[in-house]
Structure formats: structure tokens, C-alpha cells
């Protein structure tokens, strides 16, 4: 299927419009927050990849990108040319992986217990108005927390996130991580509704770009003179930060997924 589906694009380096890609933030994007992808978003993300290359990067697993993006019969890895799971650290070529990294090897169980602890503490002692389960969630590239838990229905995470607004419960948790721990030299960003990745520095959604480089040195290659981003959390401390400012892409903010198709056809004239 996945090979299938990508010989219905021209090959990377016959696009039309040459050395140009674009990326995707999920949520907030290409998806409202942890919901599915419409037909229409799809359809135009389907134009635009007859015209350059696609990839989507986002802090998530791959398995939840397949729920938002993808179909039962359709995995995502066949509907863009790119697919950046967890940053990057879990990537995809044309529906082939590419090499992988690991948070829990590069921190070491010690150390990572070690800050578990302490974060599932501060959870218990928090007070806000529900909590739910899956408070920390493990990904091979990083951790991710929430002071709500991941389990809330969409309703209690759009309450908790205006709720999070307001009382700035997750900017505080972070800077208090800081505090604790300086020495491990971690990343907190905070994104999406309910929660803030924990990774090492370096591993923000800028990691990915290296897949985009190498791909230069690939057979039927292509070398990414302008990559364009668009991501709804690009201010500072958003998970789409680190990438929107990098001096190698074009950043583009958008507020939903609306936002994001006006700004595709314009720039592309689809």
C-alpha cells in the first residue's frame, strides 16, 4: 500500500516546484487537538504533494499520528513522503524507517527514575480541578507530561487548557524542573492542550531537519533549498519554537487547520 500510494506522486526529484518541502506540526495544524485530519485537509495535503515534498514532524508516537492522519486502510507513512514521529526520532522516508535514537540509552534508567519520581510527586500535590490517568507517558524520544493525565475526554482537555491559560499551571511546572534538575541537560516544551514533552537538548523538532539534509546524499535524492514549517505554537517555549526560528526554514504560523489550508493556497496556488 505504502509503496503503492507513493508511486501516484512524481519522484522527489521531478516535483515541479525543485528543492522545496514542506512540514507540518500535527495538532493544531494539519489536525484540531488529538483529532482526526478532515477529508478536506487531506485532499488538499494530497495537491500539495503532486507540486513538493511532504512530511509531517510532531512530538507524538507514530501510532497516534496514524489515529489522527491516517485510516485503517491507509497508514499515514504512505500519505506523506516524510513522517517525523516524536521529533524526528522515529522517522520514515517514502514508507521506509530510517535510523532511530532513544531517550531512555541516552539518560540512562537511573537518572530517569530519578525524575519520574519526582514529577509524578508534584502531580499528586497539585490542585487543580480534575485529573484523570496517564500522567507520564513514555516515547522512545522523550516523555511526555501531563499535569490533567492523557486519559481526559476532549472536553476536560479544552476546559484544562483554558484552565492552563489562566493559572499557568504547566509553565510553572517546567520552570520548577529546571530548578531541579540542571544537570541533565533536558528540554521542556510545552504544546498541544494538556501537556509539555520532556527530551534531551537538541532533540526539539529541529532533529528532524537532519533527515531532511541527509537526504542530499540519497539515491534519486534531493537537496532542500527552502523548507517551509507551519506550526500553531511557534512562540517561545511552544513545542514549534525551535523550528520555526531555525535559520534553515521558512516559518509560517497558523492558528487551526483552516489557518493552515488559506496559507497553502496561497503560497502554492492550489
Known sequence: MTTEAASLYPALDKRPIANTICLFDVDGTLTPARLDASPETLQLLSALRHKVAIGFVGGSDLAKQQEQLGTPSIPVTSLFDFCFAENGLTAYRLGKPLASHSFIKWLGEEKYQGLVKFILHYIADLEIPIKRGTFVEFRNGMINVSPVGRNATTGERNAYEKYDLEHGVRKKFVEVLKEKFPDLGLTFSIGGQISFDVFPKGWDKTYCLQHVEAEAKMPGGVEYKTIHF?????????????????SRTIGHTVRNPDDTAVELKKIFGL
Open 230 to 246: 507551519f506550526g500553531d505554537k511557534t512562540y517561545k517555549g511552544g513545542n514549534d519554537y525551535e523550528i520555526f526560528e531555525d
